[in-house]
């Protein structure tokens, strides 16, 4: 047993990532993935969303995902629900949690949704009054709670009316989410302390999007602030595509790599993890933003230039 503090990784490349790619990526090659990320040490893995194929088209093969991924035990397997049609869809492939979503901000709620935010509410109460009592677990991802593309800051006190109201529906995992990495380390502090002492008996998980550069000083904060689980895509890939201006979430490599050196225990076997991050851009056409597949660890070793040993001779 490690006696260093541990830190839960939830991997969400097949779902923030894929559902941002232009180009569809086959079902076989998004269950090769899943199957390989099993394999890697996460707490965690959002597979896939139920959401509109008119709205993602890229996740409209999700029961096949679902149905064809090896589950390996130890690792929850989570989708993205936005409704109650979806989470019929989702039920029916035997998830351990449906991850419902919806906005803080008003404005991204109705351009990401097509609702108002009491519509939400309505429909995500309604799932969760189904579901409880049922072995699946609930998790609630708020969004643009660090702020709104097309709204500017959103209050805290808006954020905590929210976790307000689920937590009276029994609500006990919630994830805030930096939809297009606005968060800043000191209002992460702020949201993070508050949070955790106004909901105890809630488990909060940290989607920092590296929008700004700002996604792993947001994670040393929210640690430091009591935080230990945090959402991050392989290969640093990601997006809303109903928030302007959304890129890619904090890349799981490179957070890894950082928490192990500032000893924290993640769970994740680095090697095997590469190794899947390796085979990111081939899959979806392009470059990732990933710096750890670019630069290697920082103790990655490079031959001296010959003249080297030379010098002083
Ligand atoms: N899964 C599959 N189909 C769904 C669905 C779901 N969860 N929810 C609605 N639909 C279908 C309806 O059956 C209907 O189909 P039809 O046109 O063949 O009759 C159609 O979609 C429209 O239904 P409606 O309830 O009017 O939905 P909408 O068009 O207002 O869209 C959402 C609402 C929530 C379904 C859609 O906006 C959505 O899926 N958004 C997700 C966005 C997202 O994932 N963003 C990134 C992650 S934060
Ligand atoms: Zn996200």
Known sequence: ????????????????????????????????????L?????????????????????????????HQIKRVPGVEYTVLVPNVRGAERALSCGIDEANLVMSASETHNRANLRMTREQSFAQLEQVIKAISGSPVAINISLSTVFGCPMEGD????????????????GVSRVTLCDTTGMAYPSQVRSMAMRVKALFPHITFTLHFHNTRSMALANTLVAISSGIDRFDASLGGIGGCPYAPGASGNACTEDMVHMLELEGYDTGIDMKKLL???????????????????KAGGRNTIHPAPDYVKDIGK
């Open 154 to 169: 959103i209050s805290e006190d808006n954020v905590i009316q929210w976790l307000d109201r689920f937590a009276s529906l």
């Open 38 to 66: 099993s394999e890697c040490g996460f707490a965690k893995i959002e597979v896939t969303s139920f959401t509109s194929p008119k709205a993602i088209p890229a996740l409209r093969d999700a029961e096949d995902v679902m």
């Open 1 to 36: 047993m490690s006696t260093r503090p541990r830190i839960y990784m939830q991997e969400v490349a097949t779902r923030d990532g894929f559902q941002n790619e232009a180009q569809f990526i086959a079902t076989e090659d998004k269950v090769r993935v899943i199957d390989a």
């Open 275 to 293: 190794a899947v991050a390796a085979q990111l851009p081939g899959l979806i056409g392009h470059d990732v933003p990933s710096q750890l597949l």
